[in-house]
T-cell receptor, first 111, second 113 residues
Framework: TQLLEQSPQFLSIQEGENLTVYCNSS?????LQWYRQEPGEGPVLLVT?????EVKKLKRLTFQFGDARKDSSLHITAAQPGDTGLYLC???????????FGTGTRLKVLA | DTAVSQTPKYLVTQMGNDKSIKCEQN?????MYWYKQDSKKFLKIMFS???????INETVPNRFSPKSPDKAHLNLHINSLELGDSAVYFC????????????FGSGTRLTVV
């Protein structure tokens, strides 16, 4: 069974700090996505990465897909209270409609 | 207009009852999904339909039956509800496979008492 482990599971930081969330697996994936979920809502897609070593930036968020396409990281610079939420990675093997989701990282940014 | 809408938002029901959750998407996507999110926030796929054809059917009790009358709608019917069915159920859609990303509904919180 494919498993996507995220770390840390919980993270509470002060506004302005930097943080990195990791998503790891022993499987090789064709693509990987990051989502953010707020209470009472569904996850919202942040980014999709498909090439090993690929780096994408979305304002203060930087996403990287590992060279071997088995892992990914999400780095947030100068975190803000609006970044608070549940961050989920999701990955797919080639030719499937199915993405498996990671175990999640709950981030709280304190003002 | 809401892209993926689910109804109801909340559902409280007794064990043994039968209930349905409805989902509609107005994005023109070909593929729709049902995911279950447990109390630890873990999201697990249940079913997927592509143009009304069932393409993913994970290990789910046969008390759960999806139905897709057309590619814009995917409903979930649950028979003989059990306490362990309590969770948040999310409908999602995607274009031409999930590589373009899912668009999720806001979820249905099911509580079985």
């Amino acid at each position: 069974t494919q498993l996507l482990e995220q770390s840390p599971q919980f993270l509470s930081i002060q506004e302005g700090e930097n943080l990195t969330v990791y998503c790891n697996s022993s499987s090789v994936f064709s693509s990987l996505q990051w989502y953010r979920q707020e209470p009472g809502e569904g996850p919202v897609l942040l980014v999709t990465v498909v090439t090993g070593g690929e780096v994408k930036k979305l304002k203060r968020l930087t996403f990287q897909f590992g060279d071997a396409r088995k892992d990914s990281s999400l780095h947030i610079t100068a975190a803000q209270p609006g970044d608070t939420g549940l961050y989920l990675c999701a990955a797919s093997t080639s030719g499937t409609y199915k993405y498996i989701f990671g175990t999640g990282t709950r981030l709280k940014v304190l003002a | 207009d809401t892209a993926v809408s689910q109804t109801p938002k909340y559902l409280v029901t007794q064990m043994g009852n039968d209930k349905s959750i409805k989902c509609e998407q107005n994005l023109g996507h070909d593929t729709m999904y049902w995911y279950k999110q447990d109390s630890k926030k873990f999201l697990k796929i249940m079913f997927s339909y592509n143009n009304k054809e069932l393409i993913i059917n994970e290990t789910v009790p046969n008390r759960f039956s999806p139905k897709s009358p057309d590619k814009a709608h995917l409903n979930l019917h649950i028979n003989s509800l059990e306490l362990g069915d309590s969770a948040v159920y999310f409908c999602a859609s995607s274009q031409a496979g999930a590589n373009y990303g899912y668009t999720f509904g806001s979820g249905t919180r099911l509580t079985v008492v």
